[in-house]
């Protein structure tokens, strides 16, 4: 065997995902061939039954089943129109205010998060439905766009989010405690965007105008009526899922066979079931499924290598000595996960170093999901960003300098929200103190 030291293994490996993540490979490939490659020169014939049986341990996770059906969930309500005919109920109410529309993308975006729960399909739809609407209207495309990004990518943090799913299995917590210590962090998010948008349209009027009054003209009755309407499918779903977890009848794998089940119903009611729509979310979610599925595998070898051969020895060495005590250390644990961005390969390898250094582990795992928001609107991985400029019609004019822009004001809201979460932690440990077990 070739003798390499922890410390090397740890520079190598987590500087060759930051380095080939750059080049546009797909993830899972990228984490795979790396642990292959130092693998092979720890272990040699012996990697590839590790390799084996760290991806087989995450794949036989009975608490993953509910990713293909949370999947399942999220693009079947995506085929169903609901959420098109919230936003326009919405546009009603708000859109005679300045940024009204803005607002409405965000109180969407937040809604989506909590029934979709994919940064996917809650970027993309958003990005179809609103931004058009908004430049169109007189918006401006760095504020419209990010609005739609940042509203969309609360998809990753309020349940039922895929993220927290795989975060749960790979920290060995309960991902039903994780659900409910993000729904408040999340709710915080959505109010600050608002709360930025709502300020920022009444000092720069030009930029978010408001809808003119020949376009929502309708008696009250009848918009509260559509209101009320618009609002009873996403409340079913919502409690078909986060109802029946919170109250202790179900845990979140057979919850989410229920949202699936219970997508399809307001699918059918809504008249938009066909045979081919159920084909068409069917071959998502297996795309969907095996894409995610693959990068945990892949991820989960990845830390079975480089903690194997004492890279995470090494990391957790260097934090738990940085100056400054248990604070620090946990600023730079936050500046590892902004810069490496990916929740795959840092939670086995971070939630211990939490403990050591005494945090409670769903306090610690809810501020790093917050923190990865960050990631997903900001380079190098920018996933929201790159979402938002791929469904953006042409025809807009949308750069993704423009959403660069647009989303920073963003990223410095969830920065201000992390803050906050640190001063009061009982905002992310309310909620799952009270579930019944």
Known sequence: MIELSPEVVAVVMLGAVLVLVLTGYPLAYVVG??????????????????LYLRAQKIMLNYTLLAVPLFVF?????????IIERLYDVLYLWLGGFRGGLAVVTVIVGTIMAATVGIITASVTLL????????IRRGYSRSFASGACTAGGVLGILIPPSIMIVLYGPMAEISVGKLFFGAFVPGFILSALYISYIVIRSFIQPDIAPPVPIEERTMPFVQKTTKLLVALVPPAILIMSVLGVIFMGIAA??????VGAFAATLL???YRRFTWDVLKEVTLMTARLSGFILLVGSMSFAFTGVFLGAGGGQVVSELILATPGGRWAAFAVIMFICFLLGIIFIMVPIITPIG????????WFAIMICVNLQTSFMTPPFAMGIYICKGAADPSLGVMVADIIRGVIPFVILILIGLTLLVIWPNLILWLPSLMIR
Do not use: K, N, Y
Not at 127 to 134: E, I
């Open 267 to 269: 699918t059918i009611a």
């Open 355 to 362: 403990e050591a250094l005494g945090f409670d582990p769903i």
């Open 252 to 257: 979140p794998t057979e919850a989410a066979g």
């Open 73 to 81: 969930m999220g693009v079947m309500l995506e085929r169903s129109g």
């Open 33 to 50: 061939i790396i642990a292959l490659v130092v693998g092979i020169f720890v272990w040699q014939g012996q990697v590839s039954q590790m």
């Open 127 to 134: 990005t179809l439905v609103a931004l058009p609407s908004m």
